[in-house]
């Protein structure tokens, strides 16, 4: 039996990297998985087809996570598929690097919508369907919320934001025996990642300079993270920031 067996997991922004690795990682461990999407059902289904196929549980639900009745559908949705939630990692996120001189409302709200409003909304409804035993919520933040970068002004609010959402929500949920803590990746190779740009750039390069373990991080390496703080090896850990960031300084 796996740590996580006869638990159920929702991953939000699971059709890729990080959420993807996340979403094995738990089914690997015996968790039956919701895997959320936005836009990539082909993403999502070939997620789904890995777990099912190495004999885990998975479905694929589409939702946009910051959008309520989209959240309300996708809890919904989940206790229809498994009759239960116990597990919510808030994954879904959006970023997009760029001077303070070029920053649009439009691009604020995106990304403040999805990174900070999302998780929120989700937790509302993790509390209307975790049983009496709790349950855990994990927020994948990023060490950009406390070590920033140039350009990264809104993206790294988001994540500082979410930091603290985690603290607020850990005072508030700890009576009701909901866990919430904040796990927060470095630099990570990921195929958005790769589509951005970054890949064997000098950007990666400098990361990299600073990564005490001098290398990027993988989905895997976040994953392995995640089962701890969703299984009950993690019972006695709430409100929590946890970087897995190889020692990025």
């Not at 890729?16 to 979403?23: D, N, P």
């Not at 919510?88 to 990304?111: D, L, M």
């Not at 970054?198 to 373990?213: I, N, P, W």
Request: glycine letters at 12%; aromatic letters at 6%.
């Amino acid at each position: 039996m796996g740590r996580l067996t006869g638990k159920v997991a929702i991953v939000t922004g699971a059709s890729k990297g990080i959420g993807a690795g996340i979403a094995k990682g738990l089914a690997a461990e015996g968790a039956s998985v919701v895997v959320n999407y936005a836009s990539s059902k082909e993403g999502a289904e070939r997620v789904v087809a890995e777990i099912t196929k190495g004999g885990g549980k998975a479905t694929a639900v589409k939702a946009d996570t910051s959008k309520q009745a989209d959240v309300q559908r996708l809890f919904a949705e989940a206790k229809k598929a498994y009759g239960r939630v116990d597990v919510v990692v808030n994954n879904a996120g959006v970023y997009k690097f760029e001077p303070v001189e070029s920053i649009q409302e439009e691009e604020f709200h995106r990304q403040y919508n999805t990174n900070v409003l999302g998780p929120l909304l989700a937790t509302q409804e993790a509390i209307k369907y975790f049983g009496p035993e709790g349950g855990s919520i994990i927020n994948i933040g990023s060490v950009a919320g406390s070590n920033p970068t140039p350009t990264s002004a809104v993206y790294s609010g988001t994540k500082a934001a979410l930091d603290q959402i985690t603290r607020v929500l850990s005072l508030e949920l700890g009576p009701k025996k909901i866990r919430v803590n904040s796990l927060n990746p470095g630099f990570t190779l990921t195929e958005g990642v790769t589509t951005a740009g970054f890949a064997g750039s000098e950007q990666e390069k400098y990361f990299v300079s600073r990564t005490v373990l001098g290398r990027p991080g993988t989905p895997e390496d976040i994953a392995k993270v995640a089962v701890f703080l969703a299984s009950d090896d993690s019972r006695w850990v709430t409100g929590e920031t946890i970087a897995v960031s190889g020692g990025y300084r």
